[in-house]
T-cell receptor, first 115, second 111 residues
């Protein structure tokens, strides 16, 4: 049973560079979520896809951030012109709708450090 | 306004002692509530969830939580702490299509 996977696990970049992260959800899950977690805090919602459609975006998702899920399978999160404040753990989760409120299953995260 | 509050950012217990991690929520409708655990440099693992079926919910690794509507609480307990329980614990509420998390409680277990 393959869980949610994320790549890379760690990324160090210099301020002003662009970075892209990938998330592969659990195969039968049609919903995919991105969260950001800063040190000592709980995760904060960034955006959500149902299949290939991006249905909701947080105000935290500035215009430097873009997320895609082109074929309704894997997703990418790109940050352009990175800033030191972007340093955080970026978590991806997936879920499958059911009669009960769906449970979100999380990947291991990508830890970003902007120097 | 914070809709999920975890009282105590750090909790320390002795091995074998009772674990109690507190979570209070605010919601205008009956919520779905979750507890996740996060080990260092890892993602979140689901411990248990409340979906209005039963107020006492049992999860993995011997943890359980009780939903108390009158107190708007969903505290996490375990009768006897193990060293392997040392981790960060997050309470979360399902708010539409997203989870809203509390600030987390770091559990330390002393030998």
């Amino acid at each position: 049973d393959t869980g949610v996977s994320q790549d890379p696990r760690h990324k160090i970049t210099k301020r002003g560079q662009n970075v892209t992260f990938r998330c592969d959800p659990i195969s039968e899950h049609n919903r995919l979520y991105w969260y950001r977690q800063t040190l000592g805090q709980g995760p904060e919602f960034l955006t959500y896809f149902q299949n290939e459609a991006q249905l909701e975006k947080s105000r935290l998702l500035s215009d430097r951030f873009s997320a895609e899920r082109p074929k309704g399978s894997f997703s990418t999160l790109e940050i352009q012109r990175t800033e030191q404040g972007d340093s955080a753990m970026y978590l991806c989760a997936s879920s499958s709708p059911s009669r009960l409120k769906e449970t979100q299953y999380f990947g291991p995260g990508t830890r970003l450090l902007v120097l | 306004a914070q809709s999920v509050t975890q009282l105590g950012s750090h909790v320390s217990v002795s091995e074998g002692a009772l674990v109690l991690l507190r979570c209070n929520y605010s919601s205008s409708v009956p919520p779905y509530l979750f507890w996740y655990v996060q080990y260092p440099n890892q993602g979140l693992q689901l411990l248990l969830k409340y979906t209005s079926a039963a107020t006492l919910v049992k999860g993995i690794n011997g943890f359980e939580a009780e939903f108390k509507k009158s107190e708007t609480s969903f505290h996490l307990t375990k009768p006897s702490a193990h060293m392997s329980d040392a981790a960060e614990y997050f309470c979360a509420k399902n708010a539409g299509n997203m989870l809203t998390f509390g600030g987390g409680t770091r559990l330390m277990v002393k030998p």
